[in-house]
DNA sequence: CGGTCTTTGTTGAATGATCAACTACTATCA
DNA sequence: TGATAGTAGTTGATCATTCAACAAAGACCG
């Protein structure tokens, strides 16, 4: 692009770097514990987070994807698998009919409350517990920064939509 | 496990999403821009990064492994693609015949050092830039303070070490 | 109405990651 | 030396993710 590169300084290279080991230690470890302790593997989890706290338990596909950060077809494929456990079903969409709603069945709501407080238990062991309440506080002001700076621009929106 | 969850506070789950969704967002954006201006598919490029910062731009395949916090198996079907790119190569270690060693050839460097500038500029946009160096400097040591934390325990180590 | 554009969601192929099993070699110890 | 255990790395099956193409329905406009 531009002929003069601004590189990290080696502060900010340290800096980077750490987070990126971070963000893979901690996501590793609440993976791990997810799949062997609930059998719920990886990003499913925030699926059923996100259906349960719905009006109905339930959401548009749409919506669901935009919450989970989501690709239509990333959540398609999932939502299928989780179709298949019996935690999610597919209904019509009564007021437009291309659209399905995803709807968290019972199954589903029990599978993630007895997948919850193991889970919780691991995000404390892995991030909130080894940082002091001050550090917790300044990772969500980071984060937010993070987030509505919106990565720079190509937000991995969804099919087809680079360039 | 135990009857009582400490479950998360208001803020400390509040934290917890943002900082999922903030990683998520940077990978995305950083994933998505290397693959769209280099070709490098995700997390080889940080094989090559550790390649090429080792002293002969070579490397034992499990020091690698460690290095890029990459399983074994995961590495090997790695570097095999990165092979057939002509980006690395294998050899056979001389102490251990047991070993191989990745060799990172001219071409892997090149391609490297071509990404780079895009990356660098990329990692800024979606992260140093949009960050006081105050907060930069935080981050720095919160993520230290996860890493040594190992994530509360099972750091992903390598296959079949589960339990 | 009829045409075009956009949105919704699915599908199948191709790629990447994980898991369990395996070979081959080294290390240890009697 | 021989037995046993541990380490290095690969492989193939299985599953998850991405990508491009697609069908079906709504939205807009003449």
Redesign the interface.
Known sequence: ?NTT????TA??Q???R?????????????D??LV?DSGIPHGYY?ILVHLSEAPCRALRMTELARAS?YSKSRLSHAVARLEERGWVLRRDCPTDRRGQIAQLTDEGYAALAAA???H????????????TPE??????????????????????CDDAE?D
Chains 1, 2 share one sequence.
């Open positions: 692009m590169t601004r590189w990290l502060q900010e340290h800096t980077w750490l987070f990126v080991q971070a963000c893979q230690s901690v996501f590793a470890a609440t791990t514990q062997r925030e950060t919850a407080p193991g919780v238990a691991q995000v404390r062991k892995s991030l909130i517990d080894v940082l550090q917790v506080r300044q990772l969500g002001v980071i984060s937010a920064a993070i987030v509505a700076g919106g990565a720079g621009g190509s937000l991995a680079l």
